[in-house]
């Protein structure tokens, strides 16, 4: 059975507030207001010294059980939100596996599931560890740097920098994934294309575009993510009043607020702690609430827990775990 051997993270001391990333992309301030007032975001964290690779491998060294066990780990899987990872002179992928000396380990990057690409990822690490020696592992790492607009959802989320790291086994005493539940919506891209047009319109267009484009979005968006809560619940044998915590998405509170009453969840078990600091991290957000959970001493072993992960290309993924 596929579990986690460990979870770390790496969350930068520089932080932007909201106000000022939307200086630096020209968001209009009643989107900015959106944000601050309504959605509860206060600031991101910003590492804009550090490369991609960088930010990577800062989340990996936070990984005790990786340091003198680099022989092995036998997959390096980055999960990713966009496509496009490489260029003509860079390799991430191949520098990572370098940097961090996994001379024995395989790695590559997941993409085709957006932000949900990390859930993807992990079962995926679970499934090739299945015919390797049972003392492997497989390394997962989660974030990623964006172009600059890419730090701006319109109407969702503002980006931040921080990253997280996962190592995967194919069995463990705590940690153990029960299911996982994945959904695929394609209408959802072309509804959030609308509602990103409907920002970008001028102050007289701006209510009535948007009215429609973010009622039909956030309809999709609450059904279909309701849905795979749901069903992960029940492949797990368990229902959602069951799970002790939901590790979320980092976009907005006011979107979970909808889902939990849809869905007749309690709010106060939907872990939103990081989302007013580091705004929402491609991928890296679950992870990241993992480890701040831990840090809380909100998960006990025994407890079923709940990671999520929605994409902006319609995929929609949730998985239970008991610790």
């Known amino acids: 059975m596929t579990a986690i051997a460990e979870v770390a993270s790496h969350i930068p001391s520089k932080s932007e507030t909201i106000e000022q990333v939307g200086e630096q992309l020209d968001i209009d301030k009643r989107h900015i207001e959106l944000f601050t007032r309504f959605f509860g975001l206060r600031e991101v964290r910003v590492a804009p010294e550090r490369s991609y690779t960088d930010r990577l491998v800062d ?55 957006a932000c949900a690409s990390a859930l993807y990822a992990i079962w995926m690490g679970g499934w090739l560890l299945r015919d390797e020696d049972p003392d492997s592992l497989a390394l997962v790492l989660m974030g990623e740097v964006p172009e600059m607009e890419g730090f701006y959802l319109p109407g969702t989320a503002v980006m931040g920098d ?45 209510s009535q575009h948007m009215g ?29 009043e069951d799970m002790k915590l939901i590790l979320p998405h980092n976009v907005n509170r006011i979107s979970w607020r909808r889902v939990c009453k849809r869905i007749g969840f309690p709010m106060d078990k ?39 992960g929605v994409g902006t290309h319609g995929s929609f993924a949730s998985m239970v775990f008991q610790r």
């Open 162 to 206: 921080s990253t997280a790291a996962c190592l995967v086994s194919a069995s463990g005493e705590r940690d153990r994934l029960c299911s996982y539940a994945f959904k695929l919506n394609p209408s959802c891209e072309q509804a959030l294309a609308e509602a990103v047009a409907g920002y970008k319109s001028t102050e007289e267009a701006f």
């Open 270 to 308: 939907v872990m939103t702690d990081l989302i007013p600091i580091t705004g929402h991290c491609y991928t890296a957000d679950s992870f990241l609430n993992y480890v701040e959970a831990l840090r809380q001493d909100y998960l006990e072993p025994g407890d079923h827990y709940m990671v999520v």
């Open 59 to 113: 989340a990996a060294g936070n990984l005790g059980q990786l340091q003198g066990n680099e022989s092995r780990v036998r997959y390096v899987l980055i999960a990713r939100t966009a496509r496009d990872l490489s260029t003509t002179t860079e390799d991430p992928v191949h520098e990572v596996v370098e940097r961090l000396g996994l001379d024995n380990a395989i790695g590559f990057a997941v993409t085709e599931h």
């Open 212 to 240: 429609h484009a973010t009622e039909e979005l956030g309809k999709i968006y609450i059904e279909e993510l309701s849905e795979v809560l749901q069903e992960a619940a029940e492949r797990s044998g368990l229902a959602l």
